[in-house]
């Protein structure tokens, strides 16, 4: 491996390179308009969070608050997903403020408010040569629809009746054959109408198969997803009312299509060029059923749709592939469960049982340093770090406020004030002592005084008279000197 491009715990995920000419959208109110009728309370607070965190960290955490929100107001719940990323949240994962830095801001506004299409063709010939890098490694992409002519726009209110129409037929006519095959009968003939409705999606997709049998149920698990064909149709519904809201006719196209995120081990160019389809091929790819349906209704009312693929995040480390999805998922989520492919089928199951040269390649980091890898990492490991120190701070500061709520505070107040009390009497006595011991040591320095002073008179006098008794001729044993005795006779 070439050195030049070691692996490092710092590298811009995207702030030099890529995030310089895709357009970031105003974080002010956003209002739904005739080009984004699906714009909700979702997709503002998205965007102020993004424009308002410094830390991304605390963003990861409030993205938790915007899938609960989504959840109440989705058609298709999103429990999993949810429960996933809450996970990892708490078990500190800080790997998705890492990953959500290496999505330029542009990209990331968006995937937010279901543009990406649109916003993509728009400025494709520089966002495909920016993004180009991003298609050699794994990682997480996403796929949308748009309409040639339109320059990337999607369909009108009339259209979005159609293929809502369309997408129910088909959903009935799974229904019907799947009763028939449980009953081992056949089909009314009332309702043949709607199995030959049906085939003619079929057909519309490139599907020339014989008999009654959809391409949709072959390898589907038969009409285990029904119901979820129903929710697509009804996201279409949902589409079409939000253009009648704002009082649109059938020239006015809009800008927000249905997304499909996936993930792969393999180069993300590899897997986009199976999902791509555009209006001179006779098959539509069904590397995605619903996405498939959804092209075949398009061109079954004369449309000419085709696929618009964008690599959104490139991942070295395996672990990192499904937080990478998840994290792509919630992105785009304010949009997808209203009528994203994600909503009704999930994506690859990604890091199960894979193995990527790549990832062994690059080690445990989750990016290399090339030129637009190289600061955020460690960025976002200041972020966590901060975070965590605010968490603690905040901790203390409830155990604290528990403390006074629960009167603990006041007899720890009390227990303390005894002590302190306590504390005084033993100084107090201490004190004491003190004084009594220095008076005794005054005593006995004044009597080892006296004593020393009574040993010099004596040894004076002792001295004086010895010289007298020299002088006198008087032997010394004939003279005694003592404190207490008597002279000889």
Request: proline share 4%.
């Amino acid at each position: 491996m070439n050195h030049e491009h070691t692996l490092v715990s710092a590298g811009d995920l995207g702030h030099s390179q890529f995030a310089t000419s895709w357009p970031t959208q105003p974080t002010d109110d956003p209002v739904p308009t005739p080009e984004r009728p699906l714009l909700r309370p979702e997709q503002k607070f998205m965007m102020q969070a993004l424009a308002e965190y410094k830390s991304n960290w605390g963003l990861c955490l409030d993205l938790l608050d915007l899938l609960r929100m989504i959840q109440r107001n989705a058609i298709i719940p999103m429990g999993s997903t949810v429960r996933s990323f809450e996970q990892d949240i708490q078990s500190g994962s800080n790997e998705y403020s890492i990953l959500l830095q290496a999505i330029p801001s542009g990209l990331r506004d968006s995937l937010i408010q279901g543009t990406l299409a649109h916003d993509y063709v728009k400025g494709k010939d520089v966002h495909g040569k920016e993004l180009e890098e991003r298609g050699k490694y794994a990682g997480i992409y996403a796929v949308g629809i748009a309409i040639e002519g339109r320059d990337g726009a999607f369909i009108n209110i009339k259209e979005c009746t159609k293929v809502a129409e369309i997408l129910e037929t088909y959903a009935k006519a799974c229904e019907l054959l799947a009763a028939a095959e449980n009953e081992n009968s056949r089909v009314p003939a009332d309702d043949q109408q709607v199995i030959d409705d049906a085939l003619k999606l079929d057909q519309a997709c490139g599907y020339t198969q014989q008999g009654p049998m959809l391409h949709y149920l072959e390898d589907s698990g038969q009409v285990a997803n029904k119901e979820y064909l129903k929710m697509l149709a009804e996201s279409f519904r949902k589409r079409g009312r939000a253009l009648g809201r704002l009082g649109c006719d059938e020239t006015i196209n809009m800008h927000q299509g249905p997304l499909y995120v996936g993930s792969t081990t393999r180069p993300i160019a590899e897997c986009l060029a199976q999902h791509h389809y555009d209006s001179n091929m006779s098959a539509i790819p069904s590397t995605n059923k619903f996405l498939s349906l959804t092209l075949g209704a398009l061109r079954y009312i004369g449309l000419r749709p085709y696929t618009v693929e964008v690599p959104i995040l490139p991942i070295w480390v395996m672990e990192h592939l499904p937080m990478g999805e998840r994290l792509v998922t919630v992105l785009a989520s304010s949009f997808v469960t209203q009528g994203g492919f994600n909503s009704v089928q999930a994506s690859s199951r990604a890091g199960t049982g894979m193995s990527m040269a790549l990832c062994d390649e690059a080690g445990l980091y989750v990016a290399e340093k090339t030129r637009y890898f190289e600061q955020n990492i460690d960025k976002s490991l200041v972020d966590s770090k901060d975070f965590m120190r605010r968490t603690e701070g905040v901790e203390h500061l409830g155990r604290c406020f528990q403390l006074v709520l629960g009167g603990e505070l006041e007899e720890k107040i009390k227990i303390i004030k005894i002590r302190q009390d306590r504390l005084e009497q033993e100084t107090k006595l201490l004190v004491e002592m003190k004084e009594e011991i220095q008076q005794k040591l005054r005593r006995i320095r004044e009597h080892q005084e006296a004593v020393a002073t009574k040993y010099v008179f004596k040894n004076m006098y002792a001295t004086l008279l010895r010289s007298i008794t020299t002088r006198l001729g008087v032997d010394d044993d004939t003279t005694h000197v003592s404190t207490g005795g008597t002279p000889p006779e």
